[in-house]
């Protein structure tokens, strides 16, 4: 599952971290966008069988694209915007109790 | 813009795109005091989507339509409308009062009127394999061209029927792009009881849309981009995270089809979770398949404060969208008093011609394009509920054993109580409900929303007592 970036000259002077690797996004990316972009293909592990999952629906409504984002658990990947620096994990299973916290 | 902890407004507009920006903006113009929430970063909601940052060469490509989103997002930027994006509505209440999580936190808000323009999802298209990473909506694939300017790399297939699926798939040619295969489930049957709603589509603005569907399959066909007709039992079986195969019956034959990327589409549906959280009255229409907020001339919900524009209320596309905000930004300035009787009269019937216009064509779109029966009742092994992980075999199964309907089967299964809280399983829920009652789908129950309708964490809960 692999993108391709179609604009003449997109500006990529900023990054995301993602699991300790950086990752240029463009302005007007969202989390997923730029991860998509850089052939990301599993963005978390499902709670109940651990199945790989991806966005689906790019648009905030099928909650599929949860990751954790600064330390924030459940965050919709396709509704974030990237921003310099943000540090990105794939959620992997069930979410640990007691460590839930949202900006 | 920063959000007051709490303030009143005349209205307050939910949602951005076409409808919520003919309204707000009409709102506002008059003098009104207008709020306009937005969960996006920036206006244009997922049909121009991105149109404020898109490149000029990204735009052309996407087509006019696209482009005509540019005047009425630099309209509503400039009217006295307040505009508050990557602001969440979590919870409304039928007097008027929403309550909002923004980049400050929490605010309360109250409005006089509320218009919900919270526009379109995609229907759930369910089919065996339709969680494996790689396969998206078709949607969610144009909100990537649009947003961010990305193109699916490798061997593409588009999935299921409907219109968004022929101009996602020309605009990835427009691109550059030719390895894309058109997997259409549409049935010969369908386009058949279709032709009788023909002679409407060719009234009002219904030859324009005719037209640019044929535009887009002749565009298609001139490419040589491989389409097959009556396309049924899809199954979609996954290799690596990177490969996947599309299997499925295309006249008798098992064909299978190796994909890098599989868009599904099954058309477009009211997303109406805020509408039926607030309790507005809903009807099901057979036409559309989908549950439908009822709405008085003016698009006045059975609540009096409660407005409803848009696609929200019936699939009409962008234009008449926009004309849908203004004809309740126009009740709703009549019911205050701010225009006279006959003006209001006038100015209503006027947009309720152009609005005629754009909805010719759609009892013949909707059923040429109405989803196949094994799309609205998948087969037992498929995943109905991405977030729980409830195949429709057990969902069947629980309603055999007496689940009453969709709220009992989420109490038995948890189908419908995970993150995306049932927006995604709800419509599938509803018809293996209505399938395995044996009643009809108007009075089959649909799946009750509550809020949060938006994800609210415990602490920013605790901190609205202080």
């Known amino acids: 599952m692999r993108f391709r970036r179609i604009d003449p000259a997109p500006s990529l002077a900023h990054q995301i971290h993602f699991e300790g690797t950086p990752i240029p996004f463009a302005e007007g990316d969202t989390v997923a966008g730029a991860l998509l972009a850089a052939g990301i293909g599993t963005f978390r592990t499902t709670p109940v069988t651990g199945a790989p999952r991806a966005p689906y629906c790019l648009m905030g409504s099928c909650f599929d694209c949860l990751m954790r984002i600064d330390g924030a658990e459940n965050r919709r990947a396709c509704m974030t915007p990237a921003s310099n620096g943000m540090r990105v994990e794939r959620a992997r299973g069930p979410r640990p109790a007691g460590e839930e916290r949202m900006p | ?466």
């Open chain 2, 1 to 466: 813009m920063t959000l007051p902890a709490t303030a009143q407004w005349d209205a307050i507009v939910v949602g951005t795109g076409p409808a919520g920006i003919g309204g707000a903006t009409a709102l506002a113009e008059a003098g009104l005091r207008v709020l306009a929430v937005d969960e996006a970063p920036s206006p244009g909601g997922q049909i121009w989507r991105g149109i404020e940052t898109a490149p000029p060469s990204r735009a052309a490509l996407l087509g006019p339509e696209y482009q005509a989103g540019h005047d009425p997002v630099a309209r509503l930027r400039a009217s006295p409308a307040t505009l508050s994006f990557a602001t969440a509505l979590w919870r409304a209440e039928p007097d008027g009062t929403v309550w909002l999580r923004g980049a400050q936190g929490i605010s309360r808000h109250q409005g006089r009127h509320l218009l919900l323009a919270t526009g379109a999802m995609e229907r759930p298209a369910p089919c065996p394999g339709w969680d494996h990473p790689g396969v998206t909506t078709a949607g969610g694939l144009q909100i990537l061209l649009k947003r961010e300017g990305l193109l699916p790399e490798g061997p593409l297939v588009l999935a299921g029927t409907g219109p968004l699926l022929y101009l996602y798939a020309a605009q990835c040619v427009a691109a550059g792009k030719h390895d894309v295969t058109l997997l259409d489930s549409c049935a010969p049957s369908a386009a058949l009881s279709a032709l009788a709603h023909l002679p409407r589509a060719l009234t009002g603005h219904g030859p324009r849309y005719l037209a640019k569907g044929l535009g887009l399959l002749l565009a298609l066909r001139r490419k040589g981009i491989s389409h097959h007709l009556g396309v049924r039992g899809l199954r979609i079986l996954s290799g690596t995270e990177t490969a996947l195969t599309v299997h499925c019956r295309i006249g008798g034959r098992d064909r299978h089809f190796p994909a890098a990327h599989v868009g599904l589409h099954e058309g477009v549906i009211p997303e109406t979770h805020l509408s039926r959280a607030l309790a507005c009255a809903h009807v099901w229409s057979p036409r559309a398949q989908a549950f439908l907020p009822q709405r008085d001339p003016g698009l006045r919900s059975s609540l009096a404060r409660v407005f409803v524009a848009g696609d929200a209320g019936g699939i009409g596309g962008a234009q008449s969208a926009l004309f849908e905000g203004q004809l309740a930004a126009c009740a709703i300035l009549h019911s205050d008093g701010r225009i006279p009787d006959a003006e209001a009269r006038r100015r209503m019937q006027a947009l309720r011609r152009e609005i005629a216009k754009h909805a010719a064509p759609r009892p013949f779109l909707d059923r040429w394009y109405r989803p196949r029966a094994e799309v609205l009742r998948p087969p037992d092994e498929t995943l109905v509920c991405r977030c729980e992980e409830v195949s429709a075999g057990a969902i069947r199964e629980a309603l055999r054993s007496g689940a009453a309907g969709p709220n009992q089967i989420k109490a038995f299964l948890r189908s419908g109580m995970g993150p995306c809280q049932g927006r995604t399983c709800g419509p599938v829920l509803h018809a293996l409900s209505a399938e395995l009652l044996g009643r009809g789908p108007g009075e089959t129950p649909v799946l009750t929303c509550r809020d949060p309708l938006r994800p609210v964490s415990v602490g920013e809960f605790a901190a609205l007592d202080s």
